[in-house]
C-alpha cells in the first residue's frame, strides 16, 4: 500500500496568511493526488486533483502542486471559512489511501 | 442533482450486523467507481471498499472477509453489509463517488455520512 504523509499535522495563521502544506507519498504516483478540505461535523469537499487541478466552485486562493513524491497544497491569503482540516489522498491505485490531516486554526 | 444519502446506521453490539445503504440520485450507481469511507472518532479518513462499474470489488485488508460492499442498479443504490463487527469499527460512513471515466480515482461527490457505534 502507498502511505501518504502530511505535515504539519496543525498549523496557527491568521487571516490573510499564506499557507502551506505539504503531503509525501511513499512511492512515485505522477500527479495523481487529490486534496479535500473537511470542517467538523461535515463530510470532505474536494478541492484539487490531478495535483494541481482546482475542482469547479473553489475558490482561486487554493493551488496545489508537485509531482512524484512531494506535493503541496497551498492557500494564498487565508479566509475565516478556511480553518478546517485538509487532507491529501492518492489516487493512482486501490486501497486509496490519505494522508493524516492537517488542522488550521486561528492564531 | 447529484446527491448521495447514506442511512442504516445505528448502535450495535459487538459481533452483530448492519446494512448500510446509500441513495444516489443524479447519476447512475452502475456508471461510477463507488465507495464507503470512513472516519472513527477524532481521526483521519479510511478508506474502506470500492465497487467498480464494470462490478468487480476491492476491499481494505481492516474489513475484508468482514464487510462487502454491492449495489442494486434497479435502485439506484449502493450498499456496505458489515458482519462481525467490532468496537474499532466504530464510526461515520461516508459514501463517495469517482467520477466516470476519469483517469485517477479521486471523490468528487460526498453523501453527509451515517454514524456506526459498537458497543455492548
Redesign the interface.
Known amino acids: 500500500d502507498i502511505q501518504m504523509t502530511q505535515s504539519p499535522s496543525s498549523v496557527s495563521a491568521s487571516v490573510g496568511d499564506r499557507v502551506t502544506i505539504t503531503c509525501r507519498a511513499s512511492q512515485r504516483i505522477s500527479s495523481w493526488l487529490a486534496w479535500y478540505q473537511q470542517k467538523p461535523g461535515k463530510a470532505p469537499k474536494l478541492l484539487i486533483y490531478a495535483a494541481s487541478s482546482l475542482q469547479s466552485g473553489v475558490p482561486s486562493r487554493f493551488s496545489g502542486g508537485g509531482s512524484g513524491t512531494d506535493f503541496t497544497l497551498t492557500i494564498s491569503s487565508l479566509q475565516p471559512e478556511d480553518f478546517a482540516t485538509y487532507y491529501c489522498q492518492q489516487a493512482t491505485s486501490f486501497p486509496l489511501t490519505f494522508g493524516g490531516g492537517t488542522k488550521v486554526e486561528i492564531k | 442533482e447529484v446527491q448521495l444519502v447514506e442511512s442504516g446506521g445505528g448502535l450495535i453490539q459487538p459481533g452483530g450486523s448492519l446494512r448500510l445503504s446509500c441513495a444516489v440520485s443524479g447519476f447512475n450507481v452502475s456508471s461510477n467507481y463507488m465507495?464507503w469511507?470512513r472516519q472513527a472518532p477524532g481521526k483521519?479518513?479510511?478508506?474502506v471498499a470500492?465497487l467498480y462499474s464494470g462490478g468487480s470489488t476491492?476491499h481494505?485488508?481492516s474489513v475484508r472477509g468482514r464487510f462487502t460492499i454491492s449495489r442494486d442498479n434497479s435502485k439506484n443504490t449502493l450498499f456496505l453489509q458489515m458482519n462481525s463487527l467490532r468496537a474499532d469499527d466504530t464510526a461515520v460512513y461516508?459514501c463517495s463517488s469517482v467520477p466516470g471515466l476519469s483517469?485517477?480515482?479521486?471523490?468528487?461527490v460526498?453523501?453527509?455520512?451515517t454514524t456506526v457505534t459498537v458497543s455492548s
Open positions: 465507495n469511507v483521519g479518513l479510511e478508506w470500492v476491492y481494505a485488508d461516508y483517469l485517477s480515482y479521486y471523490m468528487d460526498w453523501g453527509k455520512g
